[in-house]
């Protein structure tokens, strides 16, 4: 069973940046894939990025894909997404996932485990 619990959201201008971190209790193995997702309010949850723990391999969605990055900490258990040039359209819910394999998808059916949520807004 994994854990996951994020932080760093806020309130930000259009074109600041912001780190949020994903904190994961219990063991993450080699094997395992976590992601960022976010929604907004009305609209469906979204895939951001995702990491493969082991040998760090990435992807993004295309609408962040220059501006945010993923990165993942072993010793602390921790998995980030540093986001600059934020725009308006960036604001929603950020949240962390986990799967227990390494996987290429990128939909929220892929993932086993998630965090609360950490509000991201960003005001224009």
């Known amino acids: 069973q994994v854990q996951l619990v994020e932080s760093g959201g806020g309130l930000v201008q259009a074109g600041g940046s912001l780190r949020l971190s994903c904190a994961a209790s219990?063991?993450?193995?080699?094997?395992?894939?976590m992601g960022w997702f976010r929604q907004a309010p009305g609209k469906e949850r979204e895939f951001v990025a995702r990491?493969?723990?082991?040998?760090?391999?990435?992807d993004y969605a295309a609408s962040v894909k220059g501006r945010f990055t993923i990165a993942r900490d072993s010793a602390k258990n921790t998995v980030f997404l540093q986001m600059n040039s934020l725009k308006p359209e960036d604001t929603a819910i950020y949240y962390c996932?986990?799967?227990?394999?390494?996987?290429?998808?990128?939909?929220?059916?892929?993932?086993?485990?998630w965090g609360q949520g950490t509000q991201v807004t960003v005001s224009s």
């Open positions: 996932a986990a799967r227990s394999s390494v996987i290429s998808g990128t939909t929220p059916k892929d993932f086993d485990y």
């Open positions: 990491i493969w723990w082991s040998g760090g391999s990435t």
């Open positions: 219990g063991r993450i193995l080699s094997s395992y894939t």
